[in-house]
């Protein structure tokens, strides 16, 4: 009888081996996260919020509806309808209640390049952490000094509102673990500067493809079909446009405000509408970066 038994106890032993593996969180450590640090680094809240800008951080986590009961401000909690349900963005003031104030330098990075919470939880990738885990922990960590300077404000945001099987939190650690590219932005040694540049902003922090890149069944972004344009993420949204074929400086000219205000490219109810006008203070060189690059897909 034990001998007819121990194979079905070696694979229940291997099965929740191999769930336990699945959703063990993904986190690093203090040293594994801040290993590629200068010695004497300290975040520039300057710098700061010039990559938080080219990140889009307030297209999502701003609240523009002021009032008592939801202050306007980096609070989050500005519902995002999708065909999964309604995520509702954090507050990301430095409220230590309801925020991210006290947050340490290690649960930051963890939370941006790896979509883990500070208990150990994991974020649904509503947060685009698949892409912010491109991008390099001075960067990150400069958009952490500009959040910690701001007024911290106490609210917080409702649950998300999701439909089964996407309202089980655990089965985004196993999607992670199988799904999700964590490898850092590596410049192409064939391109020139200004594409690498370009690739990065665009994979990393501006994260682009989330709204412009087909998806495939599982979700993931399509790489093989880079910006050819995307159904809505949002509800009520218009499908996102395929980029690879636009006229050179059509990408330049759609990031700024003037898209939206003068030359009406971009209606003022649209998502892209936040980042245009985020990306009034990114620099003209970067915006031809991201272009440069996007433009060496071909059509």
Not at 3 to 8: A, E, G, S, Y
Not at 120 to 135: D, I, N
Not at 197 to 209: E, V
Not at 230 to 255: H, N, Y
Request: with cysteine; charged share 20%.
């Amino acid at each position: 009888m034990a001998r007819k038994l121990f194979p079905l106890l070696v694979v229940l032993i291997a099965g929740l081996a191999l769930a336990l593996w699945l959703v063990w969180p993904n986190g690093m450590t203090q040293d594994e996260a801040l290993a590629s640090l200068p010695a004497d680094f300290a975040g520039d809240p300057v710098k700061g919020e010039l990559l938080f800008n080219t990140a889009g951080c307030g297209s999502c986590h701003m609240n523009e509806q002021a009032s008592a009961e939801k202050p306007e401000g980096l609070v989050g909690g500005k519902g995002l309808e999708t065909p999964f349900g309604t995520f509702y963005p954090s507050n990301i003031t430095p409220d230590p209640a309801t925020g991210i104030g006290g947050w340490s330098e290690t649960q930051f990075l963890n939370a941006l390049q790896r979509g883990l919470r500070p208990d150990g939880l994991p974020y649904y990738p509503a947060f685009p952490y698949t892409a912010y885990a491109k991008a390099s922990a001075e960067d990150l960590l400069h958009i952490k000094a500009y959040l910690d300077e701001q007024e911290p404000v106490e609210y917080q945001v409702p649950k998300h509102a999701l439909a089964f099987p996407a309202s089980i939190r655990l089965g985004v650690a196993a999607y992670k673990k199988l799904l999700v590219d964590f490898s850092p932005f590596e410049p192409d040694p064939n391109q020139t500067d200004e594409w690498n540049r370009g690739a990065y902003l665009t994979q990393a922090l501006g994260h682009c493809g989330f709204c412009h890149t087909p998806r495939t069944p599982w979700q993931t972004e399509d790489a093989s079909r880079a910006f050819e344009g995307a159904p809505p993420l949002k509800a009520g949204e218009k499908a996102a446009k395929k980029l690879v074929d636009r006229k050179p400086g059509a990408i330049v000219d759609a990031l700024s405000s003037d898209a939206i205000d003068l030359f009406a490219i971009i209606s003022e109810k649209s998502a892209m509408a936040h980042v245009s006008r985020a990306y009034d203070a990114v620099s003209d060189a970067d915006k031809q970066a991201i272009e440069t690059y996007i433009l060496s897909f071909a059509p």
